[in-house]
C-alpha cells in the first residue's frame, strides 16, 4: 500500500553542534588540491562520486541514493548545466557497506575519475576512515546517513575540513530519543536493544542510556545482538523479565526491526517499541505485520513535504522502487554540491569545501539545512513517526527540545 503520512507534530531545528560540542578546531585554510582540479576546471563535464552499498544485505540503501543521485544529475543537466554550460557525471562506486572497500573506492574516484566531490556513505563506520583520506586528498565527501560525531572531526575535536555530512548526529538523536520517552511518554524503566561492534548502534543506544539516566528513569534491561542475528528470543527473554514499559530498538536493518518486533509481541511482550533514523523505510511497517502498530520512530521532516512525496512518486515510477530515505539524501547531495559550485563559480575541489562550509541555508527535500562551519554538522528539523497500519506517520505530539 502507498505510504501515506500526515503531520501531527510540531518540527523542531536542532542545534546539532551543541549535542557535538565546541570542541573542533577553526576552520582549516583554502589549500591546493591535487589531480581533480583538471576534471574541475578544464572539463567539459564535472565528475561527482558516489560510494555506497551497492550490493550486500543493505543495497537496497546504496541504490536508493545513487537513484536519487542520477534523476539530480539528469535534472540538472536538462537545465543547462552549471557554470555556463558544464555538464554533470555521477560516477557510483560500490563501497559494500564495509570500511576498507569504501575507502578504496574513493581512492578509485579521486585517482582515476577525477571526481570534483564525493556523496556517502550511509554508514559511520566508512566515513571515519574516508575522512582522513578526504583531507589528504583535498576532495570533499558528504556522509548521508554517517552519524557518528567522528565522521567530521577526530578523536582531540579536531575538524577533518573535507568532510560533511547531511544528518543529525547520534549525540543529538539519543538524547531526544531518551528525553521524549521520559518526559512525553513517562517511561520510568526502559530496555535497550542494540547491535555489538556496530558503531552507530552502539553510539545512538549510549547516547539514549546517558538521556534516561540523566532523567531518573531506569535501564532496566540492556541486551545486545551480533550483525548476523535473526532470532532475538534470548535477549527478549531477558527482556520481558524486567517488565519495561519501552524498549529501545537501535538497529539500521528494518528487516531486523520487524524480525525483532514480531518476535517479541509473539512472546507477549506488548509494551512500546522505539527507534531511530535507522527505521527509515518504506517497508518497515508492512514487514512488521502488525507488530508495530503504535510504535514509534525519530527522524528528519522530509518525508513529509509535497516535494519529497512527489520525488517519491517519481522514483518509483523511474526506478520501481518505494522512496527510501537515501533517495532524497542522494538528490540533496547532489544539489547541494551544485550549490556550492555556483556560489563558489568554480568546481575546484577546495573552492566547493569552502563553500559547503559557508552554507547559510540549503532548501532540500530532506528540509532545511544550515551547516555548522566549526563541526560541518547541519541544523535541521526532526519529528517523531508513529506506526499506524502499513506506514508510518508523524505522530502525536512534539519532541520539541534542543541538546
Same mark, same amino acid.
Given at each position: 500500500?502507498?505510504?501515506?503520512? #500526515?503531520?501531527?507534530?510540531?518540527?523542531?531545528?536542532?542545534?546539532?553542534?551543541?549535542?557535538?560540542?565546541?570542541?573542533?578546531?577553526?576552520?582549516?585554510?583554502?589549500?591546493?588540491?591535487?589531480? %581533480?582540479?583538471?576534471?574541475?576546471?578544464?572539463?567539459?563535464?564535472?565528475?561527482?562520486?558516489?560510494?555506497?552499498?551497492?550490493?550486500?544485505?543493505?543495497?537496497?540503501?546504496?541504490?536508493?541514493?545513487?537513484?536519487?543521485?542520477?534523476?539530480?544529475?539528469?535534472?540538472?543537466?536538462?537545465?543547462?548545466?552549471?557554470?555556463?554550460?558544464?555538464?554533470?557525471?555521477?560516477?557510483?562506486?560500490?563501497?559494500?557497506?564495509?570500511?576498507?572497500?569504501?575507502?578504496?573506492?574513493?581512492?578509485?574516484?579521486?585517482?582515476? @575519475? @577525477? +571526481?570534483?566531490?564525493? *556523496?556517502?556513505?550511509?554508514?559511520?563506520?566508512?566515513?571515519?576512515?574516508?575522512?582522513?583520506?578526504?583531507?589528504?586528498?583535498?576532495?570533499?565527501?558528504?556522509?548521508?546517513?554517517?552519524?557518528?560525531?567522528?565522521?567530521?572531526?577526530?578523536?582531540?575535536?579536531? !575538524?577533518?575540513?573535507?568532510?560533511?555530512?547531511?544528518? &543529525?548526529?547520534? #549525540?543529538? !538523536?539519543?538524547?531526544?530519543?531518551?528525553?521524549?520517552?521520559?518526559?512525553?511518554?513517562?517511561?520510568?524503566?526502559?530496555?535497550?536493544?542494540?547491535?555489538?561492534?556496530?558503531?552507530? %548502534?552502539?553510539?545512538?543506544?549510549?547516547?539514549?542510556?546517558?538521556?534516561?539516566?540523566?532523567?531518573?528513569?531506569?535501564?532496566?534491561?540492556?541486551?545486545?545482538?551480533?550483525?548476523?542475528?535473526?532470532?532475538?528470543?534470548?535477549?527478549?527473554?531477558?527482556?520481558?523479565?524486567?517488565?519495561?514499559?519501552?524498549?529501545?530498538?537501535?538497529?539500521?536493518?528494518?528487516?531486523?526491526?520487524?524480525?525483532?518486533?514480531?518476535?517479541?509481541?509473539?512472546?507477549?511482550?506488548?509494551?512500546?517499541?522505539?527507534?531511530?533514523?535507522?527505521?527509515?523505510?518504506?517497508?518497515?511497517? %508492512?514487514?512488521?505485520?502488525?507488530?508495530?502498530?503504535?510504535?514509534?520512530?525519530?527522524?528528519?521532516?522530509? &518525508?513529509?513535504?509535497?516535494?519529497?512525496?512527489?520525488?517519491?512518486?517519481?522514483?518509483?515510477?523511474?526506478?520501481?522502487?518505494?522512496?527510501?530515505?537515501?533517495?532524497?539524501?542522494?538528490?540533496?547531495? /547532489?544539489?547541494?554540491?551544485?550549490?556550492?559550485?555556483?556560489?563558489?563559480?568554480?568546481?575546484?575541489?577546495?573552492? +566547493?569545501?569552502?563553500? !559547503?562550509?559557508?552554507?547559510?541555508?540549503?532548501?532540500?527535500?530532506?528540509?532545511?539545512?544550515?551547516?555548522?562551519?566549526?563541526?560541518?554538522?547541519?541544523?535541521?528539523?526532526?519529528? !517523531?513517526?508513529?506506526?499506524?497500519?502499513?506506514? &508510518?506517520? *508523524?505522530?502525536?505530539?512534539?519532541?520539541?527540545?534542543? /541538546?
Amino acid at each position: 500500500m502507498k505510504k501515506e503520512i #500526515s503531520i501531527f507534530l510540531a518540527v523542531v531545528m536542532v542545534l546539532a553542534l551543541v549535542a557535538c560540542g565546541n570542541s573542533a578546531a577553526p576552520n582549516a585554510p583554502a589549500a591546493t588540491n591535487n589531480g %581533480s582540479e583538471t576534471a574541475g576546471t578544464d572539463s567539459d563535464t564535472i565528475k561527482i562520486g558516489y560510494v555506497s552499498d551497492l550490493t550486500g544485505a543493505t543495497a537496497l540503501w546504496g541504490t536508493a541514493g545513487q537513484y536519487g543521485a542520477e534523476l539530480a544529475v539528469k535534472d540538472i543537466n536538462e537545465a543547462g548545466g552549471v557554470l555556463g554550460g558544464k555538464m554533470l557525471e555521477l560516477v557510483p562506486m560500490d563501497g559494500k557497506g564495509e570500511a576498507a572497500d569504501s575507502v578504496s573506492a574513493f581512492k578509485k574516484l579521486v585517482d582515476e @575519475h @577525477h +571526481i570534483v566531490a564525493s *556523496i556517502g556513505t550511509n554508514f559511520s563506520s566508512c566515513n571515519i576512515p574516508m575522512a582522513s583520506v578526504a583531507d589528504e586528498v583535498k576532495v570533499p565527501i558528504i556522509g548521508t546517513a554517517a552519524s557518528n560525531e567522528l565522521v567530521t572531526v577526530d578523536e582531540n575535536g579536531n !575538524l577533518h575540513p573535507y568532510s560533511f555530512r547531511m544528518c &543529525f548526529i547520534d #549525540s543529538y !538523536l539519543g538524547t531526544v530519543i531518551g528525553n521524549y520517552a521520559v518526559d512525553k511518554l513517562g517511561v520510568k524503566n526502559a530496555a535497550l536493544f542494540t547491535i555489538a561492534g556496530n558503531t552507530n %548502534s552502539e553510539s545512538v543506544g549510549s547516547f539514549i542510556r546517558d538521556a534516561i539516566n540523566a532523567k531518573g528513569a531506569n535501564i532496566v534491561a540492556d541486551e545486545q545482538c551480533q550483525e548476523g542475528d535473526v532470532d532475538f528470543r534470548a535477549q527478549l527473554t531477558n527482556i520481558k523479565a524486567k517488565n519495561p514499559d519501552i524498549i529501545f530498538v537501535v538497529m539500521n536493518d528494518y528487516a531486523k526491526n520487524a524480525t525483532f518486533a514480531k518476535q517479541a509481541r509473539e512472546m507477549g511482550i506488548e509494551c512500546t517499541l522505539m527507534g531511530h533514523d535507522g527505521w527509515d523505510s518504506a517497508q518497515l511497517a %508492512s514487514e512488521a505485520q502488525g507488530a508495530l502498530e503504535g510504535c514509534l520512530y525519530v527522524s528528519r521532516i522530509g &518525508f513529509n513535504s509535497p516535494d519529497a512525496k512527489a520525488f517519491g512518486e517519481r522514483v518509483a515510477k523511474e526506478y520501481g522502487i518505494s522512496m527510501e530515505a537515501e533517495c532524497l539524501f542522494g538528490y540533496d547531495g /547532489v544539489n547541494w554540491i551544485v550549490d556550492a559550485i555556483n556560489r563558489a563559480g568554480s568546481a575546484d575541489p577546495t573552492a +566547493i569545501r569552502d563553500a !559547503l562550509e559557508q552554507t547559510e541555508v540549503f532548501e532540500g527535500l530532506i528540509g532545511t539545512l544550515v551547516m555548522d562551519p566549526a563541526t560541518h554538522n547541519p541544523s535541521m528539523a526532526c519529528a !517523531l513517526y508513529e506506526c499506524h497500519g502499513d506506514s &508510518f506517520e *508523524i505522530g502525536r505530539a512534539s519532541c520539541r527540545e534542543r /541538546v
